[in-house]
């Protein structure tokens, strides 16, 4: 595995790392992984799922989106030391640190052994969204896979919209850490003023590339509603929905990792299968 740090457009760090067949002769199949909502790159079963695709002959490149809220300085950072960042965090910017992945990987060709050419983009639950969007305005982007993911962004009452405007900001609780997590209202205004960037459901509905949707039948966190919203919305006539009985928003892994499970296995066989397709 290699950690690497490149900057976006605004000389904000992400964080990546690189995982790949030591000895592969042929260019490998190239998958990048975007995270979610107050995830990170390291966080329960993502390195261990990178490793498993790495095993089976993939390139995979998985990032901390720059304002995540760990300190992308540091090579692999778990704890949410960067608090100042998260709270301004909005999708325009994770697109845009997306958008600065896939630009370095275009651009690192000639270094790397992958091809670039056959790129699959997964996401989990927000980086689900995230994923779809990129996908929808990126043609770079041949195949796509969301686990748990959201089918929109716009997921706030007006009582705490009319909140958000008057603080200027509101707290979300970390369970795990205990951490308050402050989001700017600039998120909020983000989403208002890209209201058709940021479409999720009208992101999927231009795409016609193959899909792969996975989604757990007890997902606390997005509703399956939400992956059966997102496949029923997608004319790709190559499109594959998975529900899988008894899964919950991380397919029962946990942090820190605890081991695999049969879910996460049966998401990583599917991702493997669907991909060298």
């Known amino acids: 595995m290699q950690n690497i740090k490149i900057k976006n457009k605004n000389g904000d760090c992400v964080n990546i790392d690189l995982r790949y067949p030591a000895d592969s002769k042929s260019k490998n199949p190239l998958l990048v992984f975007c995270h979610g909502f107050k995830g990170f790159k390291d966080w329960g079963g993502f390195p261990y799922m990178m490793e498993r ?89 041949k195949k796509l896979v969301t686990l748990a993911s959201v089918a929109e962004f716009g997921r706030y009452g007006e009582e705490t919209k009319r909140m958000w405007k008057e603080k200027g900001f509101i707290e979300v609780l970390n369970t795990r850490t205990k951490q308050k997590m402050r989001m700017n209202v600039s998120l909020l205004e983000d989403i208002e003023n890209n209201s058709d960037r940021l479409n999720i ?17 007890e997902d606390l966190a997005v509703d399956m509603s939400e992956a059966e919203t997102l496949y ?14 008894r899964a919950g928003h991380t397919f029962s892994a946990v942090h820190p990792f605890a081991g695999t499970t049969p879910h996460l296995e049966t998401v990583i066989e599917q991702i493997i299968s669907f991909t060298k397709k």
């Open 232 to 245: 029923t919305n997608c004319p790709s006539t190559d499109k594959k929905l998975i529900i899988l009985d």
């Open 201 to 217: 459901i009208k992101a999927v509905s231009k795409l016609n590339i193959p899909l792969l949707i996975i989604h757990g039948t």
């Open 53 to 141: 695709f790495a095993e089976n002959g993939f390139f995979t490149v998985s990032f901390n989106f720059s304002h995540n809220g760990t300190d992308n300085e540091k090579d692999n950072p778990v704890d949410f030391e960067r608090l100042d960042l998260f709270a301004k965090n909005t999708f325009s910017k994770e697109l845009d640190d997306l958008a600065c992945v896939l630009d370095f990987l275009e651009a690192s060709q000639e270094k790397y052994n992958y091809d670039f050419g056959g790129l699959t983009l997964a996401g989990h639950s927000r980086g689900g969204g995230i994923a779809v969007l990129k996908a929808a305005e990126d043609s770079r982007i």
